[in-house]
């Protein structure tokens, strides 16, 4: 509406409703550009759903807040297909009446155009856009979780180059000044519909990286659970936490800059809380490599002295010429530990006998790594989820598939404390669950299976044996 009045009616001459058209479509992308993030100010997000602790439905909304940002940005590419596509015809009509009128942009052709700062701005901004939209498919985001977040990060450049996009005042408006009519370049203000929303981003981001500067934990202990898929089992100091929350965690051993969710699977009554990683990607990998879950150790043969780190990598280098030699500890019992983030098999352990002159009897792959050699861990969270509602009905269903069952191992422990412990959780109203499990086989998740029959056990002994109702396809 603004630019159909008569200030913009010499411009409307040549360029007809793409000036509309586009303007329009800059104001969807303007709006959404602002409300993109605040969906992703994970720690905002839960404060404010704690503040509605007593009103479920409105917390349930909070819940979906990677949803919204997905809506959004939806509405970030329908603007910009829009706004794009409008501004093609207009720069076709600029440079075809080059010349007619006065007062008019130079645009003898589209290298004019495209020279110009909202070309060349544009040009960049929506090649960061398809980068971003294209690797958050989610078969890409699965498969290649660290191509997703750091191509996500591009929203830097989008966000610099979308805030001087509009600078050059390429849509001029006519005003009378001094009884003479003129056209002035009109004024740019997508800063405006930014500044707020990415001062909370950036507060956000700071305040993650305070967090994880005052709160590192400590990995007290990795269990190794060897199923279909090989799971890490990652037990650190206790925090504050409540069944059925996730955390983000980061290892500055692995990457300082890369985070990833995982959910808690360890209950608050426990004395440790535990996260069971599965080891699918490269940092999880890597991250299992400086833990130790695939760890080989050895004694040289007639070493007097402790061996320098800098000549066992060579030497396993030597030995290992095909797998990724990063990580050794030589520890002060003069024993080499090498980790690994793939499984040693008997031929590694017979290329390390061949190769180097080492103890036959001391070669090993169970040793697991001292607890001071294990990585510190930054942690941001925890963060609640829908999940923490089960204990406000008088009966529960559960759902889990595959490794999606990590929540419930959780709120099942939890649901056992509670049990045990009536006067203690007497605002607890949940007197059945039903707990159904979609999995390709007990093998596949050996750790979580173990889990519910130690559970099933534990209700058999305090007389609760019909509380939950368990039933696995």
């Known amino acids: 509406y603004k630019y159909g009045g008569d200030e913009y009616a010499y411009l409307r001459n040549y360029v007809h409703e793409g000036l509309q058209i586009a303007r329009g479509a800059a104001n969807i992308l303007n709006l959404n550009c602002a ?38 940005a939806y509405m970030i590419c329908f603007g910009a297909f829009l706004h794009i596509g409008a501004h093609l015809f207009n720069v076709q009509r600029l440079v075809n009446c080059n010349g007619c009128y006065v007062n008019v942009p130079p645009t003898d052709s589209w290298n004019d155009v495209l020279a110009s700062l909202p070309g060349w701005t544009g040009i960049i901004i929506t090649g960061a856009l398809i980068l971003m939209v294209s690797t958050a498919m989610e078969q890409i985001r699965r498969s290649f979780f660290e191509l997703f977040w750091f191509t996500h990060h591009f929203f830097i450049a989008f966000y610099a180059f979308l805030c001087f996009h509009g600078y050059s005042g390429f849509v001029r408006k006519e005003v009378i000044v001094n009884g003479t009519a003129t056209t002035v370049a009109g004024s740019a203000n997508t800063w405006q519909w930014l500044v707020g929303p990415l001062a909370v981003y950036v507060g956000e981001r700071l305040y993650r990286l305070y967090m994880s500067q005052v709160r590192p934990l400590h990995i007290v202990k990795i269990v190794k659970h060897h199923d279909k898929s090989p799971v890490m089992e990652v037990r650190m100091q206790k925090i504050p936490t409540v069944a059925g929350q996730y955390v983000f965690i980061s290892c500055p051993a692995v990457s300082s800059i890369e985070w990833h969710p995982f959910t808690l699977t360890s209950c ?64 002060g019992d003069k024993r080499i530990q090498h980790t690994s983030d793939e499984p040693f ?79 203690q959780y007497a605002q607890s109203k949940i007197k059945k669950v039903y707990f159904y499990w979609i999995c390709p086989g007990f093998d596949a998740w050996s750790w979580f299976a173990s889990l519910l029959m130690d559970i099933e056990e534990k209700l058999h002994e305090i007389g609760q044996e019909d509380f939950l109702d368990i039933r696995v396809y």
């Open 345 to 423: 098999s008997a031929k590694d352990v017979e290329a390390l006998q061949k190769h180097a002159d080492v103890d036959p009897s001391s070669v090993s792959t169970k040793d697991p790594l001292q607890p001071h050699l294990l990585p510190l861990v930054a942690i941001d969270g925890p963060f609640g989820t829908c999940s923490e509602d089960v204990y406000h009905f008088d009966a529960s269903v559960l759902v889990g598939a595959g490794i999606g069952v990590t929540p419930f191992a959780s709120i099942l422990q939890s649901l056992y404390f509670r049990l045990c412990n009536p006067r």
């Open 35 to 72: 409300l993109i993030l605040f969906p992703v100010c994970r720690n905002l997000v839960n404060f404010t759903r704690g503040l509605f602790e007593s009103k479920r439905s409105v917390r349930r909304l909070f819940d979906k807040n990677i949803v919204f940002h997905k809506y959004c």
């Open 268 to 331: 608050p009554e426990l004395d440790t809380i535990s996260l069971h990683i599965r080891l699918c990607g490269d940092w999880t990998g890597a991250f299992a490599e400086h833990c130790g879950f695939n760890c080989l150790s050895f004694k040289l043969k007639q070493q007097r002295e402790i061996p320098k780190k800098a000549a066992m990598l060579a030497l396993l280098a030597r030995v290992f010429p095909k797998r990724r030699v990063n990580v050794v500890h030589v520890l």
